[in-house]
């Protein structure tokens, strides 16, 4: 080894102790600290914020003295005060930015005497002690526990101008802020009404916020809140200073809700209330719901960075985006809906399928060995952890969770592995005048493997930022006076077909040095081979190093080779050689040792040794690993910038069944031999700039649209994640795979599926079906408006699976019966099971006989209607005609009186599958004539003049039964049934509506709902469905009896689906309801992303408490109906044609004017 690698540094400082093992060299002394090492000591914190959750004031008076935890649930450490604030730090002892010298050589930014005898705090906090401490000095919990619940659900931010600030550096007012705000933003409800009766009555206790809760909130800030003094209007706090909301805006668009505000952009509701003129709706007492989109003031808005205690905002982080300090810890830990959460009612009602789903499941899962694919038994559990998804469309998936983990897998088609791979991190290394300084993995986890590295990072100096495909993680490395800001970047590119299907990740570090000395840096990738799992026991893994030199620009890293059966693939772990940089790496080490061998050589000099050669096949039980290291000098106030790539090659698969061999999509630009790995790794590491450019110009017009607020510019593109990641394949389609001539001619079927493939995505990560057609009506509007030709190639995929049918009789659980798989000229539920052989074995789904859904057909005739309408594709339409007349045919049974509307069957046949249907219905009545509308418009494009005739006498018959038999004067009832919940107010009665709207019919000539009804309606629904429900916080609930208490009838009548949410919201937006919309649709954003942490994992359902329902799931992709309705909303203002998307001839329907595309 060479002299330089042995260096000893000078001695140290007396303060440093003695380091664990395999650290630094036995002659270096120095201290490593134990757990939560790193985090500030109690008083250096800022005041408010605390670890774990120890969250007691320290300047209450009369407690006992008590140690900071050191991290999340961890136990205090003795030696807190006389450490460091993070990694493994050879530095002297340092200053902290606010200049003031604490014990032991550091500094806090609390008081100039924290702790001092009689050190009384002023302002707020001794109006809270005087409240919380009667003269005796004894606590009084309940108020204690009152106030923290206060301080937890307020909006603590006042408008400006902002209020002068303690000793502490709070805003004073404490309580008193608390108090009035919650008074100001107490939701409101509605007085005289016109119908008595549908008067919101009190529900269950917890349930509902009553009348009297709304005078205990205003008398409690009458009582502490000045006289004057006014809680003013909410701010929107910006990302600019340490304490501000998750979903950011920047400093200049802060706003307030007051209408003297200049800077304010409102919506207005234009259109709705004065075309119904309906004054009892409408409250003028309260109009700031109805004014401003975004100010639902959830429960927890705010407390995600509520820990952060650096100053960092990293390189180049953008304003708006999902963003949370890695030390947060989310309050409520629900748990996935089960058994125990059915009434006793539902329990009766569902004893049989119950029985016949456990017969099933242990025929499946026993007897046959295979995955159920929906595993009611074994829910996947809450991991609050996960971040954006690296990997294109189609080409599996690897996500990386906000603290940097790398803990979800799908790599094998559309199944997942849900589980934290301990030895994938990113290690820093820095050193001065040839000494290493600081030796940090950059993670969080205090694993029992690898022991001799450094963990535990402090994640009060670090967060994350999500603004999907990229992700932003910044670390302030404290005492160091440098920051890393790592940005990662996947290639998901509207409109694009080549680079969006590559299994790629980029990871893009930023260093900056804020200091006056050089410094060298070193980031340490490493990674094991495989999961560590089943997969990897019989061995015979093994890695190798690889150069790659093409077109002046060199990448170098390691391949690791993974050949087990049946979908053998290679992973490339790769980083950028440049003339600054220096590329290492070491081919092997043993993921389950000590590692101390891979930590020390990083430590003696910030490089790898580089062995040559490929490794040793792994043996049975051993795991393998590799690591590549990136060095760049870094001047003084300087930055420098370190690339890594991973990618992926697993060209050739199989799915469950092992029978057919499938290509993916990026095959067709890298090659289907399994050694696309090193192209893949230098092809990323090449474009990622030309792909952030054209991210960039996406997303631009849309985040720095003032109009929008913050909330909604996350949820837009971080939603988009399941396009990725919902178990999606991108298939190559085969000139032999189209052998059989379809009926009724469809000319473009060949060339659209062998020109853009085929296209799946689960219905969830946990409802394991492809192409789950009720739900990707919803859904399909990201499709439609980013890769139409993938929207199209997936309908002509369900054209061809409509017109064949499967005879195979099979048992339904639901019902009991038997009937077959699949019947000719109805649309399949979906187009199959990823551990079975989707495409030639449709109809996974074994609940219903979905033959009999009333629905699925119509769904079918809206989506093509709509996809033409946004194309111009004549040839589609033409292609699809005669699949749309012999659905509607097949449709046209359900008809029993012949009055013009179908009727339900008295079961759960439809979407909402397990709420039952009787007669004529809301929802699939509306939908069955906007279909029946969208079939006269195609009639008359396909020049049928006898058909068209036909579907507008059915339609005018149908609108008047539709009208007579489900119009109360306030919202379509549920169905026509004699069942007490036949009156409930269903949440998505307006989804034929929806459609025909985005399709640019649903008003004039071509209206179908009267729109004062719609209108109507969709008040009645706002005002019930979502005010009344949980504070108007969570969103809207399926179901809302009328005296404003949910329907309880079925498992899922109280339940809130986030993608229905997102269409209501649409639809509002389309009738001129803008805030209102965006108010119901704010409430499942905050719920999902910032209350229950289920960020990159949107379930498809939760309740008001306690549970969620299939987590990752394909619904809430219709937020971008909400983008289809403003662009629609804005053409319509500006009364002019826009942009049309390139997908097709030119000729379009009459009004298309979506602009849909980025150019």
Request: proline share 8%; aromatic share 10%; with cysteine.
């Amino acid at each position: 080894m060479s002299e330089a690698r042995t260096r000893v540094p000078p001695a140290l400082s007396p303060t440093c102790r003695e380091p664990q093992a395999g650290l630094r060299p036995p002659s270096l002394k120095f201290h490593v600290p134990a757990r939560g090492h790193g985090c500030p000591p109690l008083h250096a914190r800022r005041p408010g914020t605390s670890h774990g959750r120890n969250r007691r004031s320290r300047h209450t008076e009369a407690s006992p003295a008590r140690p900071p935890r050191t991290g999340p649930g961890e136990p205090p450490s003795p030696r807190r005060r006389q450490r460091g604030r993070g990694g493994t730090s050879l530095r002297p002892p340092h200053r902290a930015p606010s200049g003031r010298k604490c014990p032991q050589g550091r500094t806090g930014r609390g008081p100039s005497a924290p702790g001092a005898e009689g050190h009384l705090p002023t302002g707020p906090s001794r109006v809270r002690r005087l409240l919380l401490r009667p003269a005796g000095g004894t606590r009084r919990p309940a108020l204690e526990a009152l106030v923290r619940r206060l301080r937890d659900r307020a909006v603590l931010a006042p408008g400006p101008p902002r209020p002068p600030r303690d000793d502490q550096g709070r805003a004073r007012g404490g309580f008193i802020a608390v108090a009035a705000a919650v008074a100001a933003t107490a939701p409101r409800f509605r007085r005289g009404s016109s119908s008595p009766q549908l008067s919101p009555a009190p529900g269950p206790p917890g349930r509902h916020l009553t009348t009297t809760g709304v005078r205990f909130w205003t008398w409690l800030a009458r009582y502490f809140v000045p006289e004057g003094a006014g809680p003013g209007p909410i701010e929107v706090v910006g990302t600019q200073g340490t304490g501000s909301m998750e979903t950011s805006i920047p400093a200049s668009e802060q706003t307030s809700c007051g209408k003297e505000d200049p800077r304010v952009c409102c919506f207005e509701d234009t259109g709705g209330a004065e075309a119904v003129q309906v004054a009892d709706c409408e409250n003028p007492e309260d109009n700031r719901p109805q004014d401003e989109p975004g100010c639902c003031n959830p429960e927890n808005s705010g407390q995600l960075m509520a820990s952060y205690e650096g100053k960092a905002k990293g390189y180049l982080v953008p304003a708006f985006g999902w963003r949370i300090c890695l030390a947060h810890e989310f309050a409520e830990k629900r748990k996935p809906f089960d058994a125990n959460n059915i009434s006793l009612s539902n329990m009766i009602k569902l004893v049989g399928v119950g029985f016949r789903y456990f017969q099933w499941w242990y025929q499946k899962t026993r007897v046959e060995k295979k995955t159920p694919f929906i595993d009611m038994l074994n829910s996947v559990p809450l991991r609050q952890i996960y971040g954006c998804p690296l990997g294109g469309i189609g080409g599996g998936t690897i996500t990386r969770g906000w603290r940097g983990q790398f803990c979800r897998w799908q790599l094998n088609p559309g199944m997942y592995q849900h589980q934290t791979v301990i030895a994938d991190q990113f290690t820093v290394c820095l050193r001065r005048e040839g000494q290493t300084v600081y030796q940090q993995v950059l993670s969080l986890e205090r694993p029992s493997v690898l022991r001799s590295w450094n963990w535990g990072l402090c994640g009060f100096f670090a967060f994350y930022h999500a603004l999907y495909p990229r992700a932003w993680t910044v670390y302030q490395l404290p005492g160091q006076n440098v920051t890393l800001t790592c940005r990662q970047i996947t290639p998901i590119l509207p409109h694009d077909y080549q680079d969006s299907s590559l299994p790629v990740g980029v990871f893009v570090w930023d260093v900056e040095n804020e200091g006056d000395e050089a410094l060298d840096v070193s980031i340490m990738f490493t990674m094991r081979n495989g999961l560590g799992g089943r997969d990897d026991a019989p061995g015979g893994l093994w890695n190798e190093p690889f150069c790659l030199e093409r077109d002046g620009e060199t990448v170098q890293g390691l391949l690791l080779h993974h050949p087990t059966p049946p979908n053998p693939y290679t992973m490339a772990m790769a980083a950028r050689l440049t003339a600054d940089t220096t590329v290492t790496h070491i081919t092997a080490f043993d993921p389950d040792s000590t590692g101390q061998q891979v930590w020390q050589d990083l430590l003696q000099d910030g490089q790898l040794d580089s062995p040559a050669g490929r490794s040793t096949p792994s043996q049975k039980g051993v795991g393998i690993a590799g690591a590549v290291c990136v060095a760049a000098k870094l001047p003084p106030r300087g930055r420098c910038c370190l690339e890594f790539s991973l990618a992926w090659d697993m060209p050739r698969i199989v799915f469950g069944a092992k029978g057919q061999v499938h290509y993916r999509r990026y095959t067709r630009f890298f090659g289907q031999d399994g050694s696309a790995a090193p192209a893949l790794s230098h092809y990323a590491l090449c474009r990622y700039a030309d792909w952030e450019e054209r991210i960039s110009a996406w997303q631009s017009p849309i985040l720095e649209d003032r109009s929008l607020p913050a909330w909604y510019k996350s949820a837009l593109f971080n939603e988009l994640y399941f396009l990725a990641d919902g178990g999606t394949v991108w298939l190559e389609v085969p000139e032999d795979a189209l052998t059989e001539e379809p009926e009724g001619g469809m000319r473009q079927l060949r060339p659209m599926l062998r020109e853009y493939g085929r296209f799946g995505y689960l219905e969830g990560q946990e409802y394991r079906m492809y192409n789950t057609y009720d739900v990707h009506f919803y859904a399909s509007f990201a499709l439609i408006m980013l890769w139409p030709k993938l929207e199209l190639s997936l309908q002509y995929d369900m054209a061809l699976a409509t017109l064949k049918e499967d005879l195979t009789p099979r048992r339904y659980l639901m019902s009991g019966l038997t009937a077959p798989v699949k019947r000719r000229n109805v649309i399949p539920h979906d187009i199959g099971d990823p551990d079975d052989e989707p495409w030639l074995r449709v109809n996974a789904y074994v609940i219903h006989d979905t033959a009999d859904w009333k629905d699925l057909n119509l769904k079918f005739v809206l989506q093509v209607y709509r996809d033409y309408y946004l194309t111009g594709d004549q040839g589609f339409l033409r292609d699809m005609w005669p699949v749309c007349l012999a659905v509607m045919e097949s449709e046209m049974e359900f008809d029993k009186d012949h009055d013009g509307l179908i009727e339900n069957g008295g079961y759960a046949d439809q979407t909402y599958d397990g709420w039952v249907t009787t007669g004529p219905s809301a929802y699939c009545g509306g939908l069955w004539l906007a279909a029946v509308a969208v079939m006269v418009q195609m009639a008359t494009l396909c020049e049928a003049q006898d058909i068209q005739e036909k579907f507008s006498s059915i339609l005018s018959r149908g609108k008047e039964a539709y009208e007579r038999l489900l119009w109360n004067g306030r919202y379509y009832n549920y169905d026509s049934s004699s069942q007490p919940q036949s009156r409930s107010i269903m949440s998505d009665q307006c989804a034929g509506q929806w459609f025909l709207r985005a399709c640019g019919l649903g008003e004039g000539d071509t209206e179908v709902f009267p729109t004062p009804h719609v209108v109507r309606a969709l008040q009645t629904i706002f005002e019930f469905n979502v005010q009344a429900f949980a504070g108007g916080a969570m969103g809207a609930v399926n179901g809302m009896q009328p005296h404003g208490v949910p329907d309880t009838s079925s498992v899922q009548s109280d339940e809130v689906w986030v993608g229905v949410v997102y269409g209501l919201a649409a639809t509002m937006i389309q009738e001129g309801l803008t805030s209102k919309g965006f108010w119901t649709a704010e409430g499942c954003y905050r719920t999902v992303w910032e209350r229950l942490g289920l960020a990159f994992q949107t379930p498809e359902a939760y309740c008001q408490q306690r549970v969620f329902r299939s987590l990752a799931y394909m619904r809430p992709l219709s937020i971008w109906a909400m983008q289809l309705a403003l662009q629609q909303q804005q053409s319509r203002k500006a009364s002019r044609p826009v942009v049309e998307l390139n997908t097709g001839p030119k000729a379009r329907p009459k009004g298309a004017t979506a602009n849909l595309s980025p150019e």
